[in-house]
């Protein structure tokens, strides 16, 4: 669905692309600060990296993140739980 509404398009990491990048799934965070991984709420084990966010490049639609900031999302998948957080 996403596809019909928007103008993004997915590129493979070793593909390089003249359009702006907005984010990233899976891999390796790349942090702008310390790495804050966190820790499952259940299980207390470090939880996965799922995607990363960029702002954007259009003020109109970009996401706040506190200005140059990025998003980060990590998951769990035997409890189940996520979690989001974001450095500037
Ligand atoms: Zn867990």
Known sequence: MLGA???LRPHSA???TEEPVLGRLGGE????QDDETPA???C???MTFAAQLEEGYDFS?????????RGYVFHC????????LWQR
């Open 5 to 7: 509404v928007t103008a």
């Open 61 to 69: 639609t970009a996401a706040n993140f506190g200005g140059g900031g």
């Open 44 to 46: 207390a084990t470090r």
């Open 40 to 42: 499952c709420p259940t």
């Open 77 to 84: 998948r035997p409890c189940g739980n996520a979690a989001f």
């Open 29 to 32: 965070p790349d942090w702008l």
């Open 14 to 16: 070793d593909e390089r």
